[in-house]
């Protein structure tokens, strides 16, 4: 008899059906599993598979007492609460680095859209505004990527390979992180204050932690300056978001690009009614080959906790 | 008293304001001269700045009987009859990879817009359709570009500088231009057809010319393959924009990305309708730096010009 595996977050069926071949799937759609499923077979769910942003904390894992593995799709794991899992004997894996290109992919698209402004070109176009003569809202040229100074702010995989893409575009490429790495070629700053005053694009791929959280405010934007614009491919808790929103107006800053928000999958309405923010549904990962590593990381953590052995893939 | 120039196509104010400086202009706004201006006037100039793509052969020339000069703004001169202006040795100048960089960034951000889908992927956040739970219309995800094939078809100083951002993006890049080029790192390919068996994205950077009209086709295009995406950033001249639509609604591509059309400023509304393309207003080169150092050449060209001596920067 296959293995029960909760799904505890919402996912498409598309993602986790090749988890279907190989475990009995109990899917919550994402709503609380007690709701839904009777109280006896609750109880025996050892394992499950959850977005890594979705909260899961003590009185969550309190509700699935045989519970011993929690397996993130992806690579962050800032929704789940270590310590409660660690207290509860309950191990936290996810997929490291699986989808690290192609987030670095949408951090690049994100941040040429944002500073040569296709949201507004694309329907200038579309909608006949440029056949037609219009003022075109294009008419104050943006400053060139290329000489311009370029903040990474986080340099695990992600941001290593957000730095490499970003130094094709002959700019210059400054980081911050907690460890300074010598065998990196870019200039690193001190703190993340530093990085911002000396760069006019800033790049967010730092893990999230209580600690990250609204580390860009409003005083942190005003560094990057008028010609300024912030990038966000790693959570939204990271960014201010009504901050951002008064920057964008004010033109602290020029425009930011973000695939993550605060309160996924609402992007407040104040910002999303700006011309100059670019923003996707958190689909930094998406690709066929990221979905293929991501779900080889999730079958291989499940494998081995249901052979009793350590998670390959185990969160540090 | 300071020399005519006759700004012959539509240009915006702010981008012909240094060359009032420096010149008296006859400003057509792209409209015939010899409707706006007196005959004696007309028949005085000298020198006229054009956009590179504009119309100006032999029946336009012989209504200008003194110009010694055509200036392109910009790299292109593919509307200009090269062959009419050696006959009345009107000499012909542009500014050469003054715009290189900043083209190249467009076509990387057209690039990725097309296979990431952000045309799809912003209004789906913007307009509530993430937040109230609607069918995504970005289930399917799209490949990796890293590991993925990308073609370039012209490789000079734009072809260059897109080959150079492509590779960081961990694909692998081949190219087919009239000569190969050793001191490339890139795979050659000894034609167009060659190079589109290969590769699944095809960037098209070549120098428009009769040769290449509509050089990409039908028949080419259906080389790519359904997970082909084409970006233009050239001419809209080199794509058969009747075949692009057919292939983009029969999915014998899946994307396009294009900044250039064959008759601009418009773009047909049969390509505009489709959800999978991601138009721009011909604004590859339009950023301050860019600009200024397309300007620089125009002034220098134009000033060498009234001083008896050859163009700086002389269409070979």
Chains 1, 2 share one sequence.
Not at 216 to 226: I, N, Q, R, T
Not at 262 to 267: F, K, Q
């Amino acid at each position: 008899m296959p293995d029960k595996v909760l799904i505890y977050s919402r996912f498409p069926k598309s993602m986790i059906q090749r988890f279907a071949d190989r475990f009995d799937l109990l899917d919550t759609g994402g709503k609380p599993a007690h709701e839904l499923f009777p109280a006896d077979e609750v109880a025996q769910i050892r394992a499950l598979i959850t977005a890594g942003a979705t909260r899961l904390g003590a009185a969550e894992m309190d509700r699935l007492p045989a519970l011993g593995a929690i397996v993130c799709y992806g690579t962050g794991y800032d929704g789940v609460d270590l310590k409660a899992a660690a207290a509860r004997n309950i191990a936290v894996g996810h997929s490291p680095g699986a989808n690290a290109a192609a987030v670095a992919d949408i951090a690049l698209m994100l941040m040429l859209a944002s500073v040569r402004r296709l949201i507004v070109a694309d329907p200038y176009v579309r909608d006949g505004g440029w056949a037609g003569a219009k003022p075109s809202p294009l008419m104050r040229p943006p400053p060139s990527l290329a000489g311009c100074r370029v903040g990474v702010y986080g340099m695990g995989e992600i941001g290593r390979k957000i730095a490499a893409r970003v130094a094709a575009f002959e700019t210059e490429v400054g980081y911050f992180n907690r460890s300074r790495y010598d065998d990196l070629p870019y200039q690193y700053f001190p703190s993340l204050d530093a990085l911002a005053e000396w760069c006019t694009v800033l790049m967010i791929a730092v893990r999230a932690s209580a600690e990250t959280t609204h580390v860009v405010d409003a005083e942190l934007l005003k560094k990057l300056g008028p010609d300024g614009h912030v990038v966000n491919i790693s959570r939204g808790s990271v960014i201010d978001e009504r901050a951002l929103v008064v920057a964008l107006k004010d033109g602290a800053i020029a425009g930011a690009g973000l695939d993550v928000f605060e309160t996924e999958p609402h992007a407040p309405d104040e910002l999303t009614a700006l011309p100059n923010v670019v923003v996707t549904p958190h689909i930094g990962g998406n690709t066929r080959e990221a979905h293929v590593a991501m779900q080889a990381c999730v079958v291989a953590n499940l494998t081995a906790f249901f052979a009793g052995q350590a998670l390959p893939y185990q969160v540090k």
